[in-house]
């Protein structure tokens, strides 16, 4: 008998690895689900609470960085307590957080909500959690595999509830499905405790072996291993890449609705493309974990994180125009003078975009006359951009006018005399 047919381990993946993996993907699936689709109520819980965009953003905002926070906190306090306790505590803050935001009518409030106790328990039962109790149950080779696996549950939360809550703001209002939400965040805990319950004999024996094919690593102190990882450039350069990629998340699903608003396309047009993504990011994370056992990493990564950041510059660097022009109305609408406030200093950018176009097709113009009638098209094109942009300075000086009776629209021209 060979090793491959005494260990099953050696060469795959054991039953009950297999069903570890699924239930944590289950797991990250409704957490990363809640969290990924959070977008698709900004729009209804400003028009309910009036808290206006600013305060919306901040309490997005706070979410993000306190998601960035629990996980090696949680992390932390899973190897000392144990991964089920703080799944659990995870999942009752998830819980509280959806069921008590229909009660926030003010900034503060849903600060606390959605940017601390959401954000929080979302990050009690993020990946980082899970992995870790993977990790220890299959062999060391097939890691990269588990994790891709466990990675493409978090994507396809967001296939599956980008929609589903969409179905269920415009079934039951926001409100309703933050409720539902909060019910969804509790069926985690018995999922927790299959995660973390302790193996059978034949288990026990699978879980031996896997770890056994693990190399053994002194034990190491938080301080000591922060330490030691903060000497190392891949550890920071590994820090640049994550901020790439939270804020490529982060700027599509809580920015992508209100793009689509603006463009008078269905709510459904928002969701369904969450959806869509989140159905890509399955094969990409899938893809990926296939590769990180046959590829090296960094070239993996590298191309990864590059090709995020690109089309990100790509998306920045597009016209802003239709941007101010709905900022600009919802100001005025909402007699929100901080945010039409904020509206003016981007005409400004927007005038010297204009200008650099304009020098550049003239420069064009004359080393290629022939195509001199597309060049003008090209240059009227951009000054009717601007004429845009101008046109929503306008409506948010207005509105500035309307709230604080304060006539801004000269005090730029002023300051420069």
Known sequence: MNDATANPTATGLDRRALLLMVVAAAILMITMGMRQSLGLFIAPIIDSTHVGYASMSLAMAVGQLMWGVAQPTFGALADRRGANIVLVIGALMLAAGSALTPFATHEFALIATIGVLTAAGAG????????????????????????????????????????????????????GAMWTMAGAALATIPLARLLTRKPDDHGAAASHAATRAAPITTALTMRQQLAIAARDKSYWCLHAGFFTCGFHIAFLVTHLPGEVKLCSLPATVASTSLSIIGLANVAGSLWAGWAGGV???????????????????????????????????????????????????????????????????????????????????????????????????????????????????????????
């Open 295 to 417: 590829m090296r990493m960094k070239y993996l990564l590298f191309w990864n994180y590059f090709s995020r950041a690109a089309a990100i510059a790509i998306y920045i660097a597009a016209p802003k125009t239709a941007v101010m022009f709905r900022d600009s109305v919802d100001a005025y609408v909402r007699e929100d003078a901080q945010a039409a406030r904020a509206i003016i200093p981007q005409d400004e950018a927007l005038d010297k975009m204009n200008a650099q176009v304009s020098r550049q097709l003239i420069d064009r113009m004359a080393r290629d006359p022939e195509q001199l009638r597309g060049y003008i098209n090209l240059m009227f094109i951009a000054r009717h951009l601007e004429r845009v942009g101008d046109h929503a300075t306008n409506i948010a000086e207005d509105a500035v006018y309307a709230v604080a009776a304060e006539d801004i629209r000269h005090q730029q021209i002023a300051a420069q005399a």
């Open 124 to 175: 009690a039962g993020s990946f980082a959690v899970l992995i870790g109790v993977v990790a220890q149950r299959v062999p060391a080779h097939k890691r990269s595999v588990a994790s891709g696996f466990v990675n493409a549950g978090g994507s396809l939360g967001q296939f599956v509830f980008a929609p589903l809550n969409q179905f269920l703001i415009s079934s039951i209002t926001w409100m």
